[in-house]
Nanobody
């Protein structure tokens, strides 16, 4: 299972770090991704990381502001978010897939419960 945490309320320009802790599966293959969903909008793939080689992907909307990383020894993936904007407000979900190099939602089979990020202007 996956457990997401670290969300909260922050002012525009601030920072937050989300954590995704995994248990019950081998944390050395496939990808872990962060998706987000704002009210009235579809789920958006924000970032992903390969657990095998550390390669990363970022959506254009967060490139240069968000950093994804993994600590395989702790079975945890982090999403460091900086220079947050009101449009970053959403519920953030972490998800796992056995595939690699994909940010397609349907390819992710294991989902955490979500953590709320709210950015005030």
């Amino acid at each position: 299972q996956l457990q997401a945490s670290g969300g909260g309320l922050v002012q525009a320009g601030g920072s937050l770090r989300l954590s995704c802790s995994a248990s019950g599966f081998t944390f050395n293959a496939g990808d872990i991704a962060w998706f987000r969903q704002a009210p009235g909008r579809g789920r958006e793939g924000v970032s992903r990381i390969s657990l095998r080689d550390g390669r990363t992907y970022y959506a254009d909307s967060v490139k240069g502001r968000f950093t994804i990383s993994s600590d395989n020894a702790k079975n945890t993936v982090y999403l460091q978010m900086a220079n947050l904007k009101p449009e970053d407000s959403a519920v953030y979900y972490c998800a796992a897939t056995v595939f690699t190099a994909t940010i397609v939602e349907k390819n992710y089979h294991l989902w955490g419960q979500g953590t709320q990020v709210t950015v005030s202007s």
